[in-house]
């Protein structure tokens, strides 16, 4: 039974992604770069996560828990913690861009 379950999701995935068999890396610039584009993808989605984050901080901390001074200590704390970590990202996705052509284009 499991075994005709994967045998049916591998055609499935076959024939609904028909690059997938050929999207194994041949050599290391080819794993290199699929990693890189890994990367690539993935850091703007936890930029664009954690800028959420912040905003959604923002709007329970100090508009919904407004009145409260826990609330809005809270916000603070949020809004200080999402800026220097979104900032951090930033550089750091700044820097490896800079090395990754650098080394290998």
Do not use: C
């Not at 499991?2 to 045998?7: A, G, N, T, Y």
């Not at 959420?52 to 001074?69: D, E, F």
Request: aromatic residues 10%.
């Amino acid at each position: 039974m499991m075994q005709i379950r994967v045998q049916q999701i591998s055609l499935l995935l076959l024939t609904v992604f028909p690059g997938v068999v050929s999207a194994a890396p041949q050599n290391f610039q080819e794993v290199v770069g699929f990693i890189t584009g890994f990367i690539g993808i993935l850091v703007p989605v936890v930029i664009a996560l954690t800028f959420i984050y912040v905003l959604w901080g923002i709007v329970h901390s100090w508009i919904i828990k407004g009145g409260s001074q826990e609330g809005v200590d809270s916000g603070k704390m949020v809004v200080v913690t999402g800026i220097i970590g979104l900032t951090v990202m930033v550089g750091i996705w700044g820097i490896v861009s800079l090395v990754k052509s650098a080394i290998f284009y």
